[in-house]
């Protein structure tokens, strides 16, 4: 019996069970495609829920106007939470890698914080500048409306939950946890990696006019090089929700004036 002979060892999967992997890019990009549908599916939820209990005859303007209200949209973005959560565990469950190892939910060190907060400013004052230089708004039109919607309905700090807390952790989660993760370790290596995490998440917010869909690009190329920089999700998630902070006081204030 060779699985009893010291000198004849069994094979090493008989004795610690199948080994751990990482999915490369068409298994990142599959299971991220069902990471997105878990997004969207818990998001639509809340909205179609909101749809139904809407009093009176609905068409295609009442229907904008109940998707459009803050308190919609602070809903469907907090419940898209828990959905990302369940998928990724999914995916990584599939994968045999612990979910906090395979999305590097660990913290960093205080000077890898402070360089991406400094980094942050700096590109977003830059973008600032550059707006106001060509006679833009420096806030999307879209915030302000959801911002007043909020506010008139009392659900304003539901929106800074689902802002600043809810919408940086699940995003960060598919793009910078996972499918940097997955992408990062096929052919595309690191740069591949940072700059298609960096498009799957700016296609996120299709809300914005091209110009803010810049700027959102170029912020998801910081974050994907602070990820791989520190090897930190968690680092990601603070600067994203640094980011929206920000955003949300800014329109809040200038909404005010």
């Known amino acids: 019996m060779d699985s009893l002979n010291p ?9 610690v069970g199948r080994q751990p992997r990482i999915w490369k890019f068409w298994g990142t990009a599959l299971w991220g495609l069902f990471i997105f549908a878990g997004m969207f599916v818990g998001q639509a939820a809340v909205i179609g829920y909101f749809v139904l209990r809407q009093e009176g005859p609905m068409d295609l303007a009442a229907a904008i106007h109940v998707v459009g209200a803050g308190l919609t949209i602070s809903l469907s973005v907090i419940m898209g939470l828990p959905a990302v959560m369940l ?30 907060a ?22 999307p039109g879209f915030m302000g409306d959801v911002l007043k919607s909020a506010q008139a ?72 090089y602070l990820r791989y920089r520190s090897n930190s999700t968690w680092l990601t998630i603070v600067i994203h929700g640094l980011n929206n902070t920000a955003a949300t006081i800014q329109t809040f204030w200038l909404a005010g004036n």
Request: glycine content about 8%; charged content about 15%.
């Open 7 to 15: 000198e004849s060892p069994p094979p090493l999967e008989a004795t």
């Open 118 to 139: 400094v980094s942050l400013a700096v590109l977003v004052g830059g973008w600032d500048l550059l707006s106001r230089a060509l006679g833009r708004e420096v806030t």
């Open 153 to 224: 309905s009392g659900a304003l700090w539901l929106l800074v939950i689902a802002f600043c807390v809810a919408a940086p952790v699940s995003e960060e989660i598919m793009a910078r946890g996972f499918l940097y993760r997955g992408w990062s370790e096929s052919f595309l290596k690191v740069p591949g990696a940072i700059f298609l995490s960096s498009l799957a998440w700016t296609s996120l917010h299709l809300q914005y006019d091209w110009f803010f869909f810049g700027e959102v690009f170029s912020i998801g190329l910081l974050l994907g």
């Open 87 to 116: 998928a990724a565990w999914v995916a990584t469950r599939f994968s045999r890698t612990p979910f906090v190892d395979y999305l590097a939910l660990r913290w960093t060190s205080w000077q890898n914080f402070l360089i991406g």
